[in-house]
């Protein structure tokens, strides 16, 4: 368990905490929410080409839109059948439909990374695991803009990450997407179940991981919305 441990502490919370305090340091005015919200698109930023992969598969899923209805009309009648040939045509078109789903999942240790962090990692701890060419802060001042403590947990913060969230699975999902197969079935559900989600956990968290979130989820709207410009002659 201890090298698990070492691997996670390693290339996960030491270097999240070092960009952390880096940033707090050198940035004028040394706001923590500023921090976050730079370290959050640094993060975006080293995570960008998975995240383009998930945005050009919902592109191709909505380009075999017209396959798989054909499918569902020649074997309504047969399910085991449809989800047979469904899945067969997402191999043959190198498609995999819960590749958003994966995305999300890849960030779980990034998310517990930052959710270690916020809640501990500023403490008296903080100066053993600071590189050597990191300044220790004399403290850390958590306001963000002087408004409210991104230590404490935030309704408004929670709120408006879900919002954000809701916006960010709509954007997501292409709009000639509107299937009735398994895929976009779970597509159209998880467009209501991650806000809620979102909502509960953060109610209980630091609202720095909801500043995250909501940071993450505008950058994710972007992303998308460029790749969607590109791809239009």
């Known amino acids: 368990m201890s090298f698990f441990i070492l691997l996670y502490d ?12 880096a940033l707090y340091e050198f940035i004028p005015g040394q706001d923590f929410g500023v921090a976050v919200i730079l370290l959050t698109l640094l993060v975006r930023l ?10 050009r598969t919902q ?4 380009e075999l839109q017209p396959k798989l209805k054909e499918l569902q ?14 899945l067969g045509l997402y191999r043959k078109e190198g498609v995999n439909p819960f590749s958003g789903i994966l995305v999300l999942l890849l960030q ?12 501990s990692g500023l403490d008296g701890e903080l100066a053993l695991r600071l590189y050597p060419f990191i300044p220790v802060p004399a403290g850390i001042d958590t306001s963000f803009f002087g408004f409210f403590d991104l230590a ?6 929670a709120v408006v990450a879900a919002v954000a969230q809701f916006f960010q699975a709509k954007t997501a999902i292409p709009p000639q997407q509107k299937s ?12 209501y179940i991650f806000p809620i989600v979102t909502f509960a956990i953060l109610t209980s968290l630091p609202s ?4 995250y979130w909501i940071t993450t989820s505008v950058f994710s709207i972007w992303q998308q919305r460029m790749m969607v410009g590109k791809k239009k002659p």
């Open 59 to 62: 592109f191709k899923m909505a």
């Open 108 to 119: 779980l240790p990034i998310f517990l990374a930052l959710f270690h962090l916020f809640r």
């Open 10 to 21: 390693s290339l996960l919370y030491n270097p999240l905490l070092n960009m952390l305090v």
């Open 152 to 157: 404490s947990s935030s309704l408004a913060v």
């Open 73 to 86: 009309a020649k074997l309504k009648e047969n399910k085991e059948e449809l989800t047979k040939a469904t």
């Open 208 to 211: 720095a991981i909801g500043l």
């Open 180 to 191: 009735a197969d398994a895929a976009s079935q779970i597509q159209q559900r998880m467009l």
């Open 46 to 55: 080293v995570l960008m080409p998975l995240f383009s992969l998930s945005i």
